[in-house]
């Protein structure tokens, strides 16, 4: 069974960093790209990036280059979106998603969601 | 990249069909027929459901249909059941740098 598990909410403050983290299993967690979408407090999704963890390819929507990062630990089927320094305006929930073999829209498995919470 | 235009909010009767609209330009929906649909039910995570505009992933149900028309790309649900209400995205495949842009999202509501 696909699986991808995400870790646990946060309470950040203004400034502070913070890595999120999406294990993947039941798959060869290497050979599909993991992608990470937005959902900010009552509103809709937003795409934010992607990563193949084989050779850890990864892609960024302009609304969210330099931002972010992305990044993969193939050894142990765990990709990451990480920020340096948290804003207020961060506040959402964040999910990972597998892309399909077939195209960039096809997300066909998700995790459930990381809530990041920042507040002074 | 600007989203993907859906209405607001749309609403229906049981057993009835609905049309859940999605526009974008001839950069994204008009050119590549790469749009799938996403149902999200409050507090869960978005479920895939259509992909390249009319296909249907396994398990979904098949009063779940997509069609595309120039710019504009639809989903449509008949035989509406309570377990429809939802929240649904569409998302096209742009060719650009923006890679992919989701639609703002449209509520239904099962009357």
């Known amino acids: 069974e696909v699986q991808l598990v995400q870790s646990g909410a946060e309470v950040k403050k203004p400034g502070e960093s913070l890595k999120i983290s999406c294990k993947g299993s039941g798959y060869s967690f290497t050979t599909y790209w993991i992608a990470w979408v937005r959902q900010m407090p009552g509103k809709g999704l937003e795409w934010m990036g992607i990563i193949y963890p084989g050779d850890s390819d990864t892609r960024y929507s302009p609304s969210f280059q330099g931002q972010v990062t992305i990044s993969a630990d193939k050894s142990i089927s765990t990709a990451y979106l990480q920020w340096s320094s948290l804003k207020a305006s961060d506040t959402a929930v964040y999910y990972c998603?597998?892309?399909?073999?077939?195209?960039?829209?096809?997300?066909?498995?998700w995790g459930q969601g990381t809530q990041v919470t920042v507040s002074s | 990249q600007s989203a993907l235009t859906q209405p607001a909010s749309v609403s229906g009767s049981p057993g009835q069909s609905i049309t859940i609209s999605c526009t974008g330009t001839s950069s994204d929906v008009g050119t590549y027929n790469l749009v799938s649909w996403y149902q999200q039910h409050p507090g869960n995570a978005p479920k895939f459901m259509i992909y390249?505009?009319?296909k249907r992933p396994s398990g979904v149900s098949n009063r779940f249909s997509g069609s595309k028309s120039g710019n504009t790309a639809s989903l449509t649900i008949s035989g509406l059941q309570a377990e429809d209400e939802a929240d649904y995205y569409c998302?096209?495949?742009?060719?650009?740098?923006?890679?992919?842009?989701f639609g703002g999202g449209t509520k239904l509501t099962v009357l």
């Open positions: 390249e505009v009319t």
């Open positions: 998603a597998r892309r399909s073999t077939r195209s960039w829209t096809d997300l066909d498995y």
């Open positions: 998302c096209s495949y742009t060719g650009s740098s923006t890679y992919v842009v």
